[in-house]
């Protein structure tokens, strides 16, 4: 929903009076609005829905989750400052977070060559490592109206898996449920390696990145998606269509900030991780378009490209051996 000035006004009065707005593009899921206060602070307005029919479960108190993780990572990633939220929905029918502006540029309007491409994964994967030293208090989603809060991270996977499965059955998309439930019963048992659960952002593909002239990381946003557990689960949100090279370039980036993700790839369970986190990830995308009622040119293509990019997720875990002894 977009706000209109009398809303946004209303709003902002704890902060001060609106001098000017501008709605920004972009986003598929909550509505944003840059707007410059009386004072010259510039502020980002995010509403985000609040309608459960056009959410998937684990978006459930998704706007409070996103303002928390900003408060876990303020000292250890530039996340923008939350000035403001209000979750009352006493003014607008929508949940409110309002943070700083940040300076940058987004990476996905930026047309990088190869070369710049490699530093900027570089530097992502440097990020993480940071990102990946901030402990979380539990598995699984934040947000406690998702049922999806778990002591162990087994037991939170099977809960995502089974929640994007109900999704689906409920907004009509068509999944290889019973496929997706075998392979998790015969590789769920690699799950049980992760035992001390990291904030991992979930979504760090370029629209959510912000790089300055020199391509270094300045800002980063959109939190919604963060996961409490595996920090492997990153590099899927990275790399959502599996681009060639991406991977290897954020790993080495990853390694030479004293990261743990070449590590956990290379144990004994690491790359079945990686395929399920894959496939529950590719289950999101395939869900998401019909609760969200995506429309436009692009589409068939994309539904396309995301249902060959399912099936390879399961054709990868189906044919692999499951790894005993853990």
């Known amino acids: 929903m977009s706000l209109t000035p009398a809303q946004l006004a209303a709003v902002l009065a704890p902060l001060g009076e609106v001098a000017h707005s501008t709605p920004l593009t972009g986003g598929m899921f909550a509505s944003t609005t840059a707007v410059t206060l009386a004072d010259g602070v510039r502020v980002i307005v995010k509403a985000s829905p609040t309608d459960a029919r056009k959410l998937c ?44 502006h940040l300076p940058g540029r987004v990476w996905n309007d930026l047309e990088l060559d190869p070369a710049a491409t490699a530093r900027a994964r570089h530097a992502l994967g440097a990020l993480m490592a940071e990102l990946h030293r ?9 947000a406690p109206e998702t049922g999806m809060r778990r002591d162990d991270w087994r037991s939170a996977v099977t809960a995502m898996f089974d929640g994007i499965i109900q ?32 904030v991992v952002h979930n979504d760090l ?11 270094r990381i300045v800002g980063l946003i959109d939190t919604e998606r963060t996961v409490w557990g595996d920090p492997l689960f990153d590099l899927v949100g990275a790399n959502q269509m599996a681009e060639e090279h991406a991977e290897e370039q954020i790993i080495e980036g990853n390694t030479d900030a004293g990261g743990v993700l070449a ?6 369970n690491g790359r079945i991780r990686l395929a399920l986190y894959q496939l529950y990830y590719r289950l999101i995308l395939a869900t ?39």
């Not at 209000?86 to 943070?99: E, H, K, Y």
């Not at 901030?134 to 934040?142: D, E, S, T």
């Not at 496929?179 to 799950?191: E, K, P, S, T």
Request: hydrophobic share 45%.
């Open 57 to 100: 479960r684990y978006e459930y108190g998704i706007a409070a989750s996103e303002a928390l993780v900003y408060r876990m990572l303020a000292a250890h990633a530039p996340v923008p400052e939350v000035l403001l939220t209000d979750f009352s929905r006493a003014l607008v029918d929508a949940d409110i977070v309002v943070t700083r």
């Open 263 to 268: 590590a956990e790839l290379a144990s004994p």
């Open 134 to 142: 901030v402990p979380a208090p539990a598995f699984g989603y934040p």
């Open 205 to 215: 593909w370029p629209a959510n990145i912000f790089l300055d002239d020199d391509l």
């Open 288 to 326: 998401e378009m019909d609760i969200r009622g995506f429309e436009g040119d692009w589409l068939p293509e994309y539904r396309a490209q995301v249902g060959r990019l399912l099936e390879e997720a399961l054709e990868q875990l189906e044919a692999a051996e499951p790894v005993r002894g853990l």
């Open 167 to 198: 999704d689906a059955a409920e907004s009509g998309t068509t999944l290889p449920s019973q496929r997706v439930r075998a392979v998790l019963a015969r590789h769920g048992h690699a799950l049980d390696a992760v035992t001390a659960p990291v």
